[in-house]
């Protein structure tokens, strides 16, 4: 039978890979930017519009 010293230690383990995978997963890589509305609202706006055959 395991130890209390062993159990503890595999908890401890199975807790700090289970953060590791939590914290890797979450955010964006890189530079955090705010979208440009506008350049947007431009591009909808134009492929909205239909074309006069």
């Known amino acids: 039978m395991h130890s209390a010293a062993t159990k503890s230690a595999i908890w401890l383990l199975i807790a700090a ?24 609202a431009q591009k909808k706006k134009s492929t909205d519009t239909p074309t006069a055959p």
């Open 17 to 40: 890979l289970a953060s590791v995978a939590l914290l890797a997963g979450c955010g964006q890589k890189g530079p955090l930017y705010l979208p440009d509305d506008s350049s947007q």
